[in-house]
């Protein structure tokens, strides 16, 4: 459900636009790219579509370089205070390129209470030009200081996987941890094959849906690379350290042993042959 958000293009045109949204979400990725769209909607300098390469607006918009479009996310696990100055700092002149100057806080409730004071200050005297945007997932978490001088918009994405894997939602969201978790552990360099321990009384189909959940999660991770640099999912964060040429790899070899399992092949050895794998790539490609 996104039209909430996708509106905000047409109240720009017709001059509607509040000057701060508080976005609340169950997926930090995927609205961060339809708020991109939107954006280029708005800064767009042809008339925009889908994929408008041809303005330089738009591709600065995609390398995330566009100097009037800044993307905040926490520093380690807090928004700070000087990354909130630093911003008033850039947004105090006004902008070459664009009309308007854009600020997107990701993961808002991250801010901490310096911060959200500096925030508060730049909130109460909006210069008609800066438009901003707070993300969260956790809306409840995010001051009320900052909670009331936004409009609210609320965007939900159906997640439809667990239909696919004929599970209930509870049982997608346990697999899913459990895929999240050991794969925390392998990539935090824990990862001798004594991690396959916390799998073993699982059976052949619980652990072809792990690798197929092993699968999503290197696949989103890589996605959101191409949204943004910026990753914006605090569970995934073991990921950044590695390369889009080492997730491309381990998506390679994911696949593979999906094709593997499907022959009677025996799951534990499966198992052991994915770590050390795993490990290969990480030892050739970081
Ligand atoms: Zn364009």
């Known amino acids: 459900m996104t039209e909430e958000l996708e509106k905000l293009s047409g109240y720009y045109q017709e001059g509607k636009l509040a000057h701060a949204y508080l976005i609340s979400t169950n997926n930090n990725v995927k609205t961060l790219k339809v708020l991109l ?4 909607n708005i800064f767009c300098v042809q008339k925009y579509s889908d994929n408008c390469n041809k303005c330089s607006l738009c591709h600065l918009i995609d390398i995330n370089n566009l100097p009037s479009l800044k993307i905040i996310s926490p520093d380690g696990n807090i928004i700070k205070k000087e990354q909130i100055q630093e911003l008033k700092h850039l947004f105090s002149k006004s902008s070459q390129y664009t009309k308007e100057s854009i600020y997107i806080i990701l993961n808002a409730e991250k801010m901490n209470k310096e911060a959200a004071n500096t925030m508060l200050k730049f909130l109460e005297e909006p210069d008609g030009n800066v438009i901003g945007f707070f993300l969260t997932n956790e809306k409840e978490n995010v001051l ?4 009331s001088r936004c409009q609210l918009i609320d965007v939900n994405f159906e997640n439809k996987d667990f239909e696919k894997y004929n599970l209930t939602t509870d049982e997608y969201c346990n697999y899913l941890n459990l895929t999240t978790e050991y794969l925390r552990n392998l990539e935090d360099n824990k990862g001798s094959i004594l991690i396959n321990n916390s799998l073993i009384d699982y059976e052949k189909k619980d652990i072809i ?21 910026i990753n914006c999912d605090e569970n995934f964060k073991f990921l950044n350290k590695f390369s889009n040429e080492n997730l491309k790899e381990k998506i390679k070899l994911i696949v593979e042993i999906l094709k593997e399992i499907q022959y009677n092949v025996n799951v534990n050895l499966l198992l052991d042959k994915f770590v050390l794998k795993m490990e290969g790539v990480n030892n050739e490609i970081i």
């Open 37 to 40: 769209k939107v954006i280029k």
């Open 144 to 147: 009320l200081t900052i909670q």
């Open 209 to 229: 849906i792990f690798f197929k959940l092993c699968l999503t999660i290197y696949n989103q991770e890589l996605e959101s690379r191409f949204v943004t640099n």
